[in-house]
């Protein structure tokens, strides 16, 4: 069964850190493409980052630049997100999403999603 | 960044009703456009990639059509479990947007 299961979301202050993680599992998790794409509570999605198969390439959405980054472990078949300075607009749930396309140079659509880790950011 | 605009935000319609919602480029994005549905407490799932093929194990009910900017998400034959939130999609150039959402609602 293909599968993704995030972790290491939780309770933060503004300005501090949080690490999130996805274990892959069912699939050839080297061969794809992988997102991060966050929902703040009752609003809409928010792609935040994505990396290609061999981490060739790599984007951030524009609220997270500098801010945060996105890195893989194809050995481990997990893929990251540090979260540094972390803001009260940072608080959502926060999915990880397989790239529906084998070994592109690019980013297109996400046909596998977990079922996410909720970061809250608060004082 | 291109924008995508998503119409109406909401509507409301019957079972077995013909429903058609709208996403609009803020520039050409050719056929980059993919269509996903989400129900409550659940993660989304794709129906359309490529503005119209449909992705495996999805009900034909779903198409999608369009190209450039203008792109619609047709639902023929509306069933109870319809009845949630879909959003589209560019994946021309990152970063990538997601339209803000239509919420389909039963009238």
């Known amino acids: 069964e293909v599968q993704l299961v995030e972790s290491g979301g939780g309770f933060v202050q503004p300005g501090r850190s949080l690490r999130l993680s996805c274990a892959a599992s069912g699939f050839t998790f080297d061969d794809y493409a992988m997102h991060w794409v966050r929902q703040a509570p009752g609003k809409g999605l928010e792609w935040v980052s994505g990396i290609t198969w061999n981490s060739g390439s790599i984007a951030y959405a524009d609220s997270v630049k500098g801010r945060f980054t996105i890195s893989r472990d194809n050995a481990k078949n997990s893929l990251y997100l540090q979260m540094n300075s972390l803001r009260a607009e940072d608080t959502a749930l926060y999915y990880c999403a397989k790239d529906r396309l084998k070994r592109s140079g690019g980013f297109y659509d996400m046909d596998v999603w977990g079922q996410g880790t909720t970061v809250t950011v608060s004082s | 960044d291109i924008q995508m605009t998503q119409s109406p935000s909401s509507l409301s319609a019957s079972v077995g009703d013909r429903v058609t919602i709208t996403c609009r480029a803020s520039?050409?994005?050719?056929?980059?456009l993919n269509w996903y549905q989400q129900k409550p407490g659940k993660a989304p799932k794709l129906l359309i990639y490529a503005a119209s093929s449909l992705q495996s194990g999805v009900p034909s009910r779903f198409s999608g059509s369009g190209s450039g900017a203008d792109f619609t998400l047709t639902i023929s034959g509306l069933q109870p479990e319809d009845f949630v939130t879909y959003y589209c999609?560019?994946?021309?150039?990152?970063?990538?947007?997601f339209g803000g959402g239509t919420k389909v609602e039963i009238k």
């Open positions: 999609q560019q994946s021309y150039s990152t970063p990538l947007t």
């Open positions: 520039q050409s994005i050719s056929s980059y």
